[in-house]
């Protein structure tokens, strides 16, 4: 059965860091690609970032180019996301996805449960 | 960027009945690389359609999708209990490679 459990969530100041991570089970994780996906309160989804199986492609969305960094490491079965310069913007539902093939091109076929990010002074 | 519009916002209807659900592109999507998504109050978006008419393991047949170029439809032959929800469409495969749709509510009249 495929897992994915995100953590490393909570509440943070503006202009302050902090580092999500996704530990995978039940499947193969470096034939993969692995995504983050963020749902602000009440809103709808919104991709934030993804990396192939190898870490050879790396994509992310304009709305945190330059602030938010993702990596994995395949030894560890982790997908991690490390986002400086927060922003009231960023609060939301921090979602873990798997992607359906090694790509970061392809749909998304397992969903973690989320881990919240909120950013507030 | 290719930008999804989903229609309409919100659907009522009854147990039993068929939904009909629209999802349309700024530009044309490549090779239908169109995805459908449920999401239940509390739970992660869960994968219905991909390549815009394939079901994903384990989804009802009473699910259905169709459409190519700009034009996709989520389909829900005969509605049940479970399946009133927000559905979102994604469509993958371009520059930026993922766009979704703003949601469409799924709801018991």
């Known amino acids: 059965e495929v897992q994915l459990v995100e953590s490393g969530g909570g509440l943070v100041q503006p202009g302050r860091s902090l580092r999500l991570s996704c530990a995978a089970s039940?499947?193969?994780?470096?034939?993969?690609?692995m995504h983050w996906v963020r749902q602000a309160p009440g809103k709808g989804l919104e991709w934030v970032s993804g990396i192939s199986w190898n870490s050879g492609s790396i994509g992310y969305a304009d709305s945190v180019k330059g602030r938010f960094t993702i990596s994995r490491d395949n030894a560890k079965n982790s997908l991690y996301l490390q986002m400086n310069s927060l922003r009231a913007e960023d609060t939301a539902l921090y979602y873990c996805?798997?992607?359906?093939?090694?790509?970061?091109?392809?749909?998304?076929?397992?969903w973690g449960q989320g881990t919240l990010v909120t950013v507030s002074s | 960027e290719i930008v999804l519009t989903q229609s309409p916002g919100t659907l009522s209807l009854s147990p039993g009945e068929r939904a009909t659900l629209s999802c349309r592109a700024s530009?044309?999507?490549?090779?239908?690389?169109l995805a459908w998504y449920q999401q239940k109050p509390g739970q992660a978006p869960r994968l219905l359609i991909y390549?815009?008419?394939s079901r994903a393991t384990g989804i009802p047949d009473r699910f259905s999708g169709s459409g190519s170029g700009t034009d996709f439809t989520l389909t829900i032959s005969r509605l049940e209990p479970e399946d009133f929800a927000v559905y979102y469409c994604q469509q993958y495969g371009s520059s930026p490679p993922h766009t979704f749709g703003q949601g469409t509510k799924l709801e018991i009249k």
């Open positions: 390549g815009a008419s």
């Open positions: 039940g499947f193969t994780f470096d034939d993969y690609a």
């Open positions: 530009q044309s999507v490549s090779s239908s690389y």
């Open positions: 996805a798997k992607s359906a093939s090694y790509g970061y091109e392809y749909y998304f076929d397992y």
